[in-house]
């Protein structure tokens, strides 16, 4: 069992591995598998299956390669690109997180969002971003 794992070992070294890119293109393949299983037209769900095949071979092989700069330029472009989306999430999440205790307003002049302590009556917020005060009642 040592030998086995020593070679595992001595083959993944060097190798890229899982990054963002990889785990979302995972998740869609299994989405798509899932989606193809509830498919009731063979041919759709053949294609759906084929697709979702060719995402898990092109996840393997980005998690072998060694070409770095490669993959980490392609990771680069996926997370430039759905960085709107997962700032939004990241906001929705704090707010719920965060509403029992806090209200999130937003800055007149900039539109910048700002964190402020709930229940405290009519505060005078200083925007971080462009420096504008404002009062608002929280």
């Not at 963002?20 to 598998?33: D, K, S, W």
């Not at 509830?38 to 979702?52: E, R, V």
């Not at 060694?66 to 906001?91: C, D, G, V, Y």
């Not at 965060?98 to 505060?123: A, E, F, L, Q, S």
């Amino acid at each position: 069992m040592d030998k086995f794992r020593n070679a595992i070992h001595k083959f993944l070294q060097g190798r890229y591995g899982m990054d963002q890119l990889g785990r979302a293109l995972l998740f869609f393949g299994i989405f798509l598998n899932i989606l193809a299983f509830w498919i009731q037209n063979p041919k759709t769900a053949s294609i759906i299956n084929s697709i979702a095949m060719t995402l898990f071979f092109i996840v393997l092989f980005r998690m072998l390669s060694k070409n770095f700069p490669q993959r980490s330029a392609e990771n680069r472009s996926f997370r430039n690109a759905t960085a709107p989306i997962s700032k939004k999430m990241s906001l929705i999440s704090m707010r719920i997180r965060d509403r029992k205790t806090h209200k999130y307003v937003k800055c007149d002049r900039c539109k910048n969002i700002i964190r402020v302590p709930k229940g405290k009556g009519k505060v005078k917020i200083r925007c971080r971003k462009c420096g504008h005060e404002f009062y608002k009642h929280v």
